[in-house]
């Protein structure tokens, strides 16, 4: 269910290593296959998934930024009329972030999309039940109905899977008073502005604008990140206003609105030259209220198993969570399509991915929440942008921090393949001997 990014990935997967039949059926609600958002960025752990695809000499034509270039964003504090000032270059080596359009990416994938998937578009799930064969009965929107064998939810943060799985599971697997809380998205107290401007406009405005170039303009509860897009010809801006008092409080009104130029200066005014010139070239800037789904305890039960935003929806602090859903994609796609793995067995495969996947993304939503406190000087016992005095040396020990969130960002997805595919082969192999 969803023909997002990972719906995508895993379509392409199976189709790519299934040694055998293996029909998939991706329900899209909308009537195409397009992407909220507008910049993504790439780790080489997600290119890593690109290389076994065969489609990275593809993607690396349309990255704004060759995979193979050491880079990194340049952190000031912008808090400041007169002028804020950088207080250091994070260079990640040996290979930095990419970016490229979310849009591009999906157009990539739709092309890979193997004979073997079928794309049914103005399907939106409303519920499922387990039959008693185990398959599973979808039930849509438009009264229509299909069935399946196993049901992966990669249907986004507002996942009918989620809600459905988790108000159906049995008792005895989760604590039932916390149903509500796995299966409603949690609003964070952060509105986040997006927007593309010119490369060009601000570059004639002002040549030398730090936003040129990946920046991360930071303050008391806001920050601004900045990276170039369409090989540098645009900007892509992500512009954070946080309220931390409001987070886990219901948000009113729609999580994603127009906004006007002018609502996303107000919120800046108090920033230095750089950044309200940058804002000035901002168009048809959107307001997004950031949700995430709360850590959940399981990922799967039965023949039904979740991935990407259905299962771990995150802050883009780590400019992640794409890259994390990606990731949940192939490992699954690859158990899937593993030649052991049979329709009476499956459950052992969606465990093995579960016992990798879960505990990997949930620490990169962790991290990447605290690295938003961070951005925004509102870490327990780190400078908070008050002025005492020692904001330099303050500000130094607050750089160190930053560094220690990063590591992850590394090759690592085929070796969390092997370590599924490993623990798929002892789990098949204890059963056999159990029924020996």
Not at 93 to 109: A, F
Not at 123 to 147: I, M, N, P, V
Not at 406 to 418: M, S
């Amino acid at each position: 269910s969803g023909a997002g990014m990972a719906g995508l990935i895993l379509a392409i997967t199976i189709g790519k290593f299934a040694g055998r039949d293996i029909h998939i059926d991706l329900y899209e609600a909308h009537d195409t296959i397009k992407t909220a958002g507008a910049g993504i960025t790439l780790w080489p752990r997600t290119m890593e998934i690109m290389k076994e695809l065969g489609m990275h000499e593809e993607m690396s034509r349309i990255l704004t930024k060759p995979p193979s270039s050491s880079h990194g964003p340049k952190f000031r504090k912008s808090n400041a009329p007169e002028g804020g000032f950088e207080f250091f270059h994070h260079i990640f080596e040996p290979h930095g972030p990419s970016h490229m359009h979310r849009q591009h990416l999906v157009d990539l994938l739709k092309r890979h999309i193997s004979s073997s998937c079928t794309v049914h578009f103005d399907k939106r799930l409303t519920e499922y039940d387990t039959q008693s064969s185990g398959s599973l009965a979808l039930h849509f929107a438009d009264g229509s109905t299909a069935t399946t064998d196993v049901l992966v939810g990669a249907d986004g943060i507002r996942s009918t899977v989620r809600r459905t799985l988790f108000e159906t599971i049995g008792p005895g697997i989760v604590d039932h008073s916390k149903i509500r809380h796995y299966s409603d998205p949690s609003w964070t107290g952060t509105l986040v502005y997006r927007t593309i401007l010119s490369a060009e406009k601000l570059s004639k405005m002002d040549p030398n604008n730090v936003a040129l170039k990946d920046s991360m303009l930071v303050s008391p509860q806001k920050h601004i990140v900045s990276f170039p897009l369409a090989q540098g010809t645009q900007i892509n801006i992500v512009a954070f206003v946080s309220d931390e008092q409001k987070a886990g409080t219901p948000f009113d009104g729609h999580w994603v609105a127009d906004a006007s130029p002018e609502e996303l200066e107000e919120a800046y005014q108090d920033f230095e030259p750089d950044v309200k010139c940058l804002l000035k070239c901002a168009e048809k800037p959107s307001r997004w209220a950031l949700h995430v789904v709360n850590e959940l305890p399981l990922f799967t039960c039965g023949r039904v198993v979740l991935i990407g935003d259905a299962s771990h929806a995150m802050t883009p602090h780590f400019g992640a969570g794409a890259g994390q859903s990606m990731e949940d994609a192939f490992v699954l796609g690859r158990l899937l399509a593993h030649p052991l793995t049979t329709l009476s067995n499956v459950s052992a495969a969606l465990k093995a991915y579960q016992d990798v996947r879960l505990p990997f993304a949930q620490f990169i939503a962790r991290g990447s929440e605290r690295m938003g406190n961070i951005l925004q000087f509102c870490l327990p016992g780190y400078y908070d942008g008050t002025d005492r005095g020692n904001m330099r040396e303050e500000i130094e020990i607050l750089k160190e921090k930053i560094l220690d969130q990063w590591g992850w960002e590394g090759d690592g997805t085929v070796a969390q393949w092997v370590q599924a595919e490993s623990q798929l082969r002892e789990d098949l192999c204890q059963r056999q001997e159990d029924s020996a």
